[in-house]
């Protein structure tokens, strides 16, 4: 099992935490974007300062880009990384793509589809058509020509943020990887079931992909602060089920929901929305704060690390706060956590 993290690429030591961290075995940084920093810019900023530890972004919004762009923004990291990059596209929701970015959310399974394979196409030097419904390529009644790429043809690992079956589907019969937001192991099989499925279709299996597991790394002294932390946790995602969402489409919620907190999320919704925040924050399911992160004692921890190893996970992504110092500490930690036989 590996070990990743997520990292500011524009924190004024950065480049020192990267360092550091690839030299105490983290496979992988990774670069949120949301509606701030984009996330390729930093990540060109982390290649030049490191020589071995994978780099990916967690996760480009598809439609912020057009598929073509997307796709040699990908090739100009994976060439100046030496083969580092792994792209993490997801599909974002509509208050982000319609209210941020100027475009219409329509179709997000359709879209993440053709984007793949248009990227597809460009890293392999093709000349650039598609016959798709969301990107026809070029344009039909127009001047646009069908151009080849001005790049080095090189393969970019795509990993997909996927949580519906649909695009689970997707993932699994496309993808090179899965970011797996909001993943119980225990419950594990309601998102592999619909990936499995689509890797059948395309004739292939599950253990082609790299299964990464975001999860908030947060080790304690003793049973009673991991307690506190797990349930500090879980009020965190009052924020996710309450304002995630347009009311009509959120995405977590629907995937919570799957797993069995229907009634538990819908209370936490509505009162988020009736502007009752703290009540909503203790309405959260302490379940959702102790089994999607790893918190606690390292004893604690490592019995989880085994869960998400029985479950498929392939890779922890680390989520920490605190100093850079407690960060690496924590993650050398967990590193060494992830090597240690699970039945000795």
């Known amino acids: 099992m590996r070990v990743a993290a997520l990292i500011d690429p524009h924190h004024p030591q950065a480049g020192d935490f990267a360092r550091r961290a690839e030299q105490i075995g983290v496979s992988s940084l990774w670069v949120p974007e949301v509606w701030g920093y984009d996330a390729l810019t930093g990540l060109a900023h982390l290649a030049a300062g ?31 990384s030496h083969g580092r990059f792994h792209l993490g596209v997801g599909v974002s929701g509509p208050q982000v793509m319609e209210g941020w970015h100027g475009v219409r959310f329509r179709r997000p399974v ?6 793949i394979e248009i990227i597809r196409a460009v890293s392999r030097g093709d000349r650039l058509t598609h016959d798709g419904e969301i990107y026809p390529l070029p344009l039909p009644d127009s001047q646009g020509r069908a151009l080849r790429p001005l ?19 997707l993932t699994g019969e496309v993808a090179d990887g899965w970011l797996a937001n909001a993943l119980i192991p225990e419950s594990a099989e309601v998102f592999l079931d619909p990936m499995r499925e689509g890797a059948a279709r395309a004739g292939r299996s599950l253990a082609e992909l790299d299964l990464v597991a975001p999860v908030a790394l947060e080790i304690t002294p003793d049973e009673a602060s991991g307690d506190e932390a797990a349930r500090r946790h879980a009020r965190g995602y009052a924020f996710t089920i309450g304002a995630m969402g347009s009311g009509r489409d959120n995405f ?47 004893a604690a921890i490592a019995t989880r690390i085994d869960r998400y190893r029985q479950a498929g996970i392939t890779t922890l992504l680390a989520k920490l706060d605190g100093p850079h110092d407690h960060q690496l500490a924590a993650l050398a930690t967990l590193v060494e956590l992830t090597r240690q036989d699970p039945a000795a």
């Open 151 to 169: 790049v080095r043809p090189d393969h970019v690992p795509v990993y997909v943020a996927a949580m519906g079956p649909a695009n689970l589907r």
């Open 252 to 298: 977590y919620n629907d995937a919570f929901a799957r797993l069995g907190f229907a009634d538990a999320v819908a209370e936490v919704e509505r009162l988020w929305r009736a502007g009752r925040r703290e009540e909503a924050a203790d309405a959260v399911p302490l379940e959702l704060g102790a089994r999607t992160n790893l918190v606690g004692t390292e």
């Open 110 to 115: 359709q879209t993440t589809r053709e984007t």
């Open 50 to 80: 490191t020589d071995t530890i994978g780099l990916g972004t967690f996760v480009v919004q598809l439609g912020s880009r057009s598929p073509a762009l997307l796709a040699t923004s990908a090739l100009s990291l994976q060439d100046l």
